[in-house]
């Protein structure tokens, strides 16, 4: 069992910036891939975001705005987000692939392990 506990979510004006954390109870090691999905009002679930054994996962409308990292010594893995937009609002929400492996690093149906999230407000 993994838990996973984000943090760094808040109001931010238009082109700035937030760093979001995700703290992993397990050693990131043993996790296939750990991402991050984000969640705006009346849409749905998509993938910001995966890093896994070198490969990283970026989906094309925050490409060069967000970048994702992993510090393994803290288990914990990091979505940098510069340039925001309003466009960017909404429940942030780090994920993990245990026992698992992914193709795409974007796919909900390829995490099994989820955080309860962090809100992202841009005004």
């Known amino acids: 069992h993994v838990q996973l506990v984000e943090s760094g979510g808040g109001s931010v004006q238009a082109r700035g910036s937030l760093r979001l954390s995700c703290a992993a109870s397990?050693?990131?090691?043993?996790?296939?891939?750990m991402g991050w999905f984000r969640q705006a009002p009346g849409k749905q679930r998509e993938g910001v975001a995966g890093i896994s054994s070198g490969r990283e996962y970026i989906r094309d409308s925050v490409k060069g705005r967000f970048a994702i990292s992993l510090d393994s010594a803290k288990n914990t893995v990091y979505l940098q987000m510069d340039s925001l937009k309003p466009e960017d609002s909404g429940v942030y929400f780090c994920?993990?692939?245990?026992?698992?492996?992914?193709?795409?690093?974007?796919?909900?149906?390829?995490?099994?392990?989820w955080g309860q999230g962090t809100q992202v407000t841009v005004s």
């Open positions: 994920a993990a692939a245990y026992g698992r492996v992914v193709s795409s690093g974007l796919a909900n149906s390829e995490y099994n392990y």
């Open positions: 397990a050693y990131t090691y043993s996790i296939n891939c």
